[in-house]
């Protein structure tokens, strides 16, 4: 009963957390997400920290924010007012104070590269070539996703993927996933072990339904740059900063409330010589 109960709480959660990420800039009340889990509001938060180890309110909070680093880096051509109410921030004054207590600075002073001295755990050093001459702008479907979640960006990422595999395989009866990692966070502001990544495979509607540790949702379809590219390890941290880095803020494109993800060719947490073959996607849209 218990190992049931906790499979239940993991599935409500999950489903609490895919509202929260595709409907950042939404206002949410805790009542309005404790209707999505089914759970009172008092049981409710307080299955949710257990789960994620944070508060709601606190959860919600550093998403929003850590998507708007991201904002005040990606789109240079959006004021800081519009990238406060595009994370669902609607008070200016507010975003700044939450902000600087978060960054410890200001929204303008991290535009001003700022964001440049944050300290963070990424210390790559990798200077392999990128070649944005190869990058396609494509209009990708909705994707529907079986996935499991994984707090830290590390090589413990293959244990998710062994132990979502062979669930997939021994409950499912699927074999040859076409897998696909999808990333919360970004490794260049976030500290690595507090980044958020999502071993997914993609199914056909009702193959699988949410249980335990596996949630089930959906890419959103849209504009998307992708640039195929083959490495090991660390070199997507790379692939990751010199596409929102260099190419995104120079081009004609701006980003959008989206994760990016890779569909993989060859996955190098699930392969043995631990080397990659991916088409990375970011989501776009015009400027």
Request: hydrophobic letters at 35%; charged letters at 25%; a positive charge.
């Amino acid at each position: 009963m218990k190992k049931y109960t906790m499979d239940e709480h993991k599935v409500r959660i999950n489903e609490v957390l895919y509202h929260i990420y595709t409907n950042l800039s939404t206002k949410f009340s805790i009542d309005e997400l404790a209707k999505i889990s089914s759970y009172s509001p008092f049981h409710f938060q307080r299955i949710f920290k257990e789960l994620t180890q944070k508060s709601v309110v606190t959860y919600i909070k550093s998403a929003r924010l850590e998507w708007a680093a991201n904002l005040l880096i990606f789109n240079p051509e959006s004021t800081i007012t519009e990238i406060a109410h595009t994370c669902g921030l609607k008070s200016s004054a507010t975003f700044t104070n939450e902000f600087k207590k978060y960054y410890e600075m200001t929204p303008s002073l991290w535009r001003k590269n700022g964001y440049k001295i944050h300290k963070n755990c990424e210390t790559s050093k990798i200077k392999k070539e990128v070649d944005f001459s190869t990058i396609e702008i494509k209009k990708i479907e909705n994707i529907q996703i079986a996935y499991m979640r994984h707090l830290g960006y590390d090589t413990c990422i293959r244990d998710t993927w062994q132990k979502f595999l062979y669930l997939l395989e021994t409950k499912f009866d699927i074999t040859e996933p076409k897998m696909i990692g999808f990333h919360h966070s970004n490794p260049s502001i976030t500290c690595l072990k507090d980044c958020r990544y999502g071993a997914c495979i993609e199914i056909p509607n009702d193959k699988i339904q949410p249980k335990g540790d596996i949630g089930t949702g959906m890419i959103a379809g849209g504009l998307f740059a992708s640039i195929k590219y083959q490495g090991e390890y660390n070199d997507v941290l790379h692939l990751y900063k010199k596409m929102y880095y260099e190419w995104l803020p120079s081009s004609e494109f701006e980003a959008i409330n989206g994760k990016a993800h890779v569909i993989y060719h060859k996955n190098h947490f699930v392969e043995k010589d631990g080397k990659f073959d991916i088409e990375f996607r970011i989501p776009i849209t015009y400027k």
